[in-house]
């Protein structure tokens, strides 16, 4: 079967530095996503992986090994609003989205 | 640009009742539309999605069903609710060209309370 496995829960300090790891086994692979959701809303895209290496928007980062089925997101600098849920997905050889549970990240001043 | 509406919001419905959620995309023909459901804390599970007008395929056997009238209109119904039908539902569009990097976009979603 296809998984994706995360961390449930993080806890980090404001200003701070945190990974959040996601590892897949999927049949296939056409990319890697993560999102960030905010409790009570809808996810929204953070960044898209296809090929190996390290991706970077802002204080956002992923990286991607293919070779090991792995990806992290990693956030600098963290702001109480960066408290959420880190969604991981990854797409399939079929182009479907496989969805990782969530990490629910809390920030604390 | 591409906008994505969902509604109604919240609804709290008693069992056995029936359910309607609309979802309707803006600037784009052809979108691949998706129905999601979110229990409390956990994942998403795929419910329905469609590549067009009166396709669509079902992930997971249920009391639900989903209907694409029109290209860029996605329903989600059901005749009789059941409490275990609870939960945030999200509609979601991606471009209908295949492609790895195509990002699925979220409509603000739909909280359902079934009591």
């Known amino acids: 079967g296809q998984n994706i496995d995360q961390p449930t829960e993080m806890t980090a300090t404001e200003g701070a530095i945190v990974q959040i790891n996601c590892t897949y086994q999927?049949?296939?692979?056409?990319?890697l996503f993560w999102y960030q959701q905010h409790a009570g809303e809808a996810p929204t895209f953070l960044s898209y992986n296809v090929l190996d290496g390290l991706e970077e928007k802002g204080r956002f980062s992923s990286f991607l090994s293919r070779s090991k089925g792995y990806s992290y997101l990693l956030l600098k600098e963290l702001q109480m609003k960066d408290s959420a849920s880190y969604l991981c997905a990854v797409r399939d050889q079929n182009y479907q989205l496989i969805w990782g549970a969530g990490t629910k990240l809390i920030i604390k001043p | 640009s591409q906008t994505i509406h969902q509604w109604p919001a919240t609804l709290v419905q008693p069992v056995g009742s029936p359910l309607s959620l609309e979802c309707t995309v803006e600037?784009?023909?052809?979108?691949?539309l998706y129905w999601y459901r979110q229990a409390a804390g956990r994942g998403l599970q795929l419910l329905f999605y469609?590549?067009?007008?009166?396709?669509i395929s079902s992930e997971v056997p249920q009391n639900l069903s989903a209907s694409r009238p029109q290209d860029r209109q996605f329903i989600l119904s059901s005749k009789k609710l059941l409490l275990s039908d609870s939960g945030f539902y999200l509609c979601?569009?991606?471009?209908?060209?295949?492609?790895?990097?195509?990002?699925?976009?979220f409509g603000a979603g739909s909280r359902l309370t079934v009591l």
């Open positions: 469609s590549v067009g007008i009166g396709q």
């Open positions: 979601a569009w991606e471009d209908g060209y295949i492609s790895g990097a195509n990002v699925l976009t």
């Open positions: 999927t049949s296939g692979f056409n990319g």
């Open positions: 600037g784009t023909s052809n979108p691949n």
